[in-house]
């Protein structure tokens, strides 16, 4: 029964304000002869706790579309709020201050090769200032099952070991947002389990939405929806797991209790 109640409070507190709301966004590469359009007039909204999984081809604005998101790049028509907070327009000094409620990971991993795994998760905050910031980091390299090259660098690590370093580095801080750009392209099938496992384990516990771009058809199955991207344009959204309008035992849709 409690469980039950808790169930709709959280959908009710996580349906009241969008983390990620696009409306009409269009972007542009390049001007003049070079001009490219590569987003078409975009409407997306993502509530909290959501795992979108955005597919498309190569070249499809994936990644364009991932930055402009996390406050990456300027948005130039449109509007596209991140946790209430409209972009367009925003002072770099406050796009800096949205990024830190982000976490991203992105294809290339971008270790410092000077720094062991624990102080690479470390540099992610303000972890080094923090008490326990070293036990903090090992323990999410831990969960990804790096307890044993939490002193290691870089050049002792494999290509899917490096990738688990940054993912680490992303979650370490629990940011609201994830931006995920192929999180496991890098990895076997038993280390991309394991990651996307923990990255939902955490969507649902804390409610952080992820928002990743894979090609990996084996963990499709961890999305709530599924988004396509082609040419630029949203071509279908599928939901898969509607948390939002889950019924609670009255068997009232819990989105009528907003109105
Ligand atoms: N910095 C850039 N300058 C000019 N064109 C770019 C730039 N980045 C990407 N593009 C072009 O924009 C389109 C979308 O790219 P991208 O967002 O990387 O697609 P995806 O991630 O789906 O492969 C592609 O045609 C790509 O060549
Ligand atoms: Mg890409």
């Not at 082609?230 to 209790?257: A, C, K, P, Q, Y």
């Amino acid at each position: 029964m409690l469980a039950s109640s808790d169930t709709t409070l959280q959908s009710l507190t996580s349906s009241a304000e969008p983390s990620v709301q696009i409306r009409n966004l269009n972007f542009h590469y390049g001007e003049g002869d070079l001009f490219k359009q590569v987003l078409f007039d975009i409407n997306l909204e993502i509530y909290s706790g959501q795992i979108v999984i955005l597919t498309g081809p190569s070249g499809s604005g994936k990644t364009t579309l991932l930055t402009l998101i996390g406050a990456l790049r300027t948005i130039q028509d449109g509007s596209l709020q991140i946790l209430g907070q409209e972009l367009k327009g925003l002072a770099p000094k406050k796009l800096v201050q949205i990024r830190k409620n982000i976490g991203f990971i992105f294809q290339a991993h971008n270790l410092f090769h000077s720094l062991t795994a624990r102080q690479n998760v470390m540099m992610s905050t303000d972890l080094f200032s923090h008490q326990g910031g070293n036990a903090k980091a090992a323990e999410i390299l831990g969960q990804l099952g790096l307890s044993d090259r939490v002193d290691y660098k870089p050049h002792a690590l494999s290509g899917g070991q490096k990738q688990r370093v940054a993912i680490a580095r992303a979650l370490v801080n629990r940011p609201n947002l994830i931006l995920a750009d192929e999180p496991t392209a890098a990895l076997d099938k038993k280390s991309g389990r394991d990651v996307v496992t923990l990255m939902q384990k955490m969507a649902k516990e804390e409610g952080i939405t992820i928002l990743m771009v894979t090609h990996d058809n084996r963990i499709l199955d961890v999305a709530d929806r599924i988004i396509n991207l082609v040419d630029g344009n949203l071509e279908s959204d599928n939901i898969i797991n509607d948390f939002s309008t889950s019924h609670d035992e009255t068997g009232m849709d819990s989105r009528t209790f907003m109105l």
